[in-house]
């Protein structure tokens, strides 16, 4: 359950991806796109969604540890560590 739960928290990240930094950058007007503050709450939505997805990353890692430790503890500490 923890690792499903880490997995659900990781979907904020699409919102950001395809919706919110498309928002930020502007081609070609460098000017715009440096200044944050015209966009403030995007960007902090956008950091606010990327820690969410880090804190997932991390809940699931530790989830499949935990599933998969009895199996075989030295690879599935390996698998979290490259999760």
Do not use: K
């Amino acid at each position: 359950m923890l690792a499903g739960f880490g997995y659900l928290l990781i979907t904020p990240v699409s919102l950001v991806e395809f919706r919110i930094c498309p928002s930020l950058v502007i081609r070609g007007q460098i000017e715009q796109t440096a200044n944050i503050s015209s966009h403030h709450g995007f960007f902090l939505t956008a950091i606010f969604c990327y820690l969410i997805n880090f804190l997932g990353d991390i809940l699931a890692a530790l989830g499949l540890f935990i599933l998969l430790a009895p199996v075989n503890r030295a690879v599935s500490l390996l698998a979290a560590w490259f999760g």
